[in-house]
């Protein structure tokens, strides 16, 4: 079963650590994205990539850097986390570049920064 | 800026009433919209969706009405049940682009 597999579930680190969140698909999808989720905000887009090696800025970029090694493997990285990225993280994978393309998502990772 | 917006914030119907979610959005290029579904703990799904070139889109008791000069758009769940509460997220993508802006959500509860 095509499937979007996030880790970890949860995580909690101290301001100025190093976090790295995982995504895993198996959808032989293309595209890759990282969303954070904060009430009243909705889901903002972080970093995308269309394949292997390729990254592109998303919308709320700052503070977060990302790399896509494989097909199915995008990792988001907060090097030095602070509060305001406690959130909720969501990874998706979608097929094509072309409008109508739908996304799976993961289940997410909840992050607190204290 | 916000480019896809909704409303209300949240909503709460009774069991059976029909429930309707608003979603505008500012970009004219925008020309696929999506509606996500989230339960708590999950992550959102694909619940449906509609073309610009068309002006309403039905799946079971899930209608989209859509009005491209207003760039405006509705999510109707008729016979609303308990099960149907959740998160609501309109999303737009279009032009050369395919990543999709969602909007803010609305939070759904059907009372039984």
């Known amino acids: 079963e095509a499937a979007v597999t996030q880790s970890p579930r949860n995580k909690v680190t101290v301001t100025g650590g190093n976090v790295t969140l995982s995504c895993r698909q198996t959808n032989s999808h293309n595209y890759m994205y990282w969303y954070r989720q904060d009430t009243g905000h909705g889901l903002r887009l972080i970093h995308y990539s269309y394949g292997a090696g390729n990254l592109q800025i998303g919308d709320v970029p700052d503070g977060y850097k990302a790399t896509r090694t494989t097909q199915e493997d995008f990792f988001l990285l907060l090097e030095l986390a602070s509060p305001s990225q406690t959130s909720l993280y969501f990874c998706?994978?979608?097929?094509?570049?072309?409008?109508?393309?739908?996304?799976?998502f993961g289940s997410g990772t909840r992050l607190l920064v204290i | 800026q916000q480019q896809v917006r909704q409303s209300p914030q949240s909503l709460t119907v009774w069991e059976g009433e029909t429930a309707i979610l608003n979603c505008s959005y500012e970009?004219?290029?925008?020309?696929?919209f999506p509606w996500y579904q989230q339960f708590p703990g999950e992550g959102p799904a694909l619940l449906i969706a509609i073309r610009s070139v068309s002006d309403k889109k039905e799946d079971g008791g899930f209608t989209i009405f859509f009005n491209k000069r207003e760039k405006n758009l509705s999510l109707h769940i008729k016979d609303s049940q308990p099960g149907d509460s959740a998160t609501y997220f309109c999303a737009a993508s279009g032009g050369m682009g395919y990543k999709l802006t969602f909007g803010t959500g609305t939070s759904l509860l059907v009372d039984p």
């Open positions: 970009n004219s290029a925008f020309d696929y």
């Open positions: 998706a994978s979608s097929a094509r570049d072309r409008e109508g393309s739908d996304y799976t």
